[in-house]
């Protein structure tokens, strides 16, 4: 398309190395075209520099942007701070649960939250091969806990029509590379507002959070996203939504892929919405997709910093939005070659 710029190319432990000082960030340099920050329609553009006291931990990777012309100049989750539990966290056993709302299914291993405002808080679901925890009720919470699918192959998270606001923080879920049935995915939710935050999704056999029906608000935001699409013949992407309408946060997340087969942060049945400063890396075969065939105002990408290594930073059909596309709809601002410093961003702003 004409005017495209863009150069050619657990535990909350450490796993890269002992931690060091982040550098002075650089931003990224434009070719020619005007750069600058543009809000999307949350009104969430506003840099986040604080995230919250990770505990006694360490990020996971400390050294992942080091060798980086450009890197990002807030604190990226994995790497400046650690998400997921923190390791002084004493995790109880899930059949030990005595909670109003709240059914223990010890022989299939799951656990059934039907009361609101309910929060499981420090549990250890990955004892005795995996358990599954399903939310059939609002204000839901499932907070500082480890997920694991093992040997009972349970799909970690499922959230059924009558959830709404469920709220998922500062867990570490593995998908050990299985594809549990019958979505294949780490988190699957047909309910009403969903927030992923701060925790570390990690080796999903198939996708890594599916939104399967449903409407309300979308927020996945300082979140390690790393490594999906593990088991073979999958093709796992970040995020896979359905239903709608939705209005979409993706923000202050990492993802990295270093082997398996997926796309990135897919967004489809979005009414509006944005993906902004995430930090992006590895070998994933789009980083975003934007569906232009349903957004009632705007989406707008931007600030997002990323590592070319894919076939491509948006996913380009008749259907989705690209920077420079003829479409309102989709917004693309300065959004970072890290090896290069380039900017890829709409070359006239809307």
């Known amino acids: 398309m004409a005017g495209l710029i863009i150069a050619l190319p657990g535990r909350c432990e450490a796993r890269d190395a002992k931690p060091v000082a982040r550098p002075d960030a650089e931003r990224g340099t434009t070719a020619g075209i005007a750069t600058g920050i543009q809000a999307g329609p949350t009104g969430s553009a506003q840099k986040d520099d604080h ?4 505990g006694a931990c360490t990020a996971q990777h400390p050294l992942l942007l080091s060798k980086y012309r450009k890197r990002p100049d807030w604190p990226v989750a994995g790497v400046d701070f650690c998400v997921g539990y923190a390791v002084e966290t004493v995790l109880k056993d899930p059949a030990t649960i005595s909670l109003d709302g709240v059914s223990v299914d010890t022989k299939n291993h799951i656990v059934t939250l039907t009361g609101s405002n309910v929060t499981l808080d420090g ?13 059939k009720a609002s204000g839901s919470r499932i907070v500082n806990s480890k997920f694991v699918v093992g040997s009972n192959d349970l799909l970690p998270i499922v959230g059924s029509p009558e959830a709404s606001r469920l709220d998922i923080s500062h867990c570490t879920i593995d998908g050990a590379e299985h594809d549990p049935p019958p979505w294949g995915t780490m988190i699957a939710y047909s309910g009403v507002d969903l927030t992923i935050e701060y925790s570390w999704l990690m ?4 996708d890594m959070i599916q939104q399967i029906g449903g409407t309300g608000s979308i927020v996945i935001e300082h979140n390690l996203i790393e490594n999906g699409g593990l088991s073979p013949g999958t093709h796992g992407d970040y995020t896979q939504l359905e239903g709608g309408p939705f209005t979409v946060a993706i923000n202050y997340n990492t993802t990295l892929q270093s082997r398996g087969a997926t796309q990135g942060l897919m967004t489809e049945y979005v009414a509006e919405g944005e993906i902004g400063h995430n930090t992006m890396i590895g070998t994933v075969s789009y980083f975003v997709s934007v569906d232009l065939s349903s957004i009632r105002t705007t989406f707008t990408v931007h600030d997002n910093y990323f590592d070319p290594r894919g076939y491509g930073f948006a996913y380009p059909s008749r259907n989705t939005g690209t920077p420079n596309d003829s479409s309102p709809k989709s917004i693309f601002t300065n959004n970072v070659n890290m090896r290069t410093g380039v900017v890829l961003q709409d070359a006239v702003r809307r």
Do not use: I, K
Not at 51 to 54: A, D, G, K, L, N
Not at 123 to 135: C, E, I, K, P, T
Not at 203 to 206: A, I, L
């Open 203 to 206: 080796n999903s056999g198939g």
């Open 51 to 54: 995230p919250p006291e990770p």
């Open 123 to 135: 549990y250890d679901f990955s004892l005795d091969g995996g358990w599954q925890v399903r939310v």
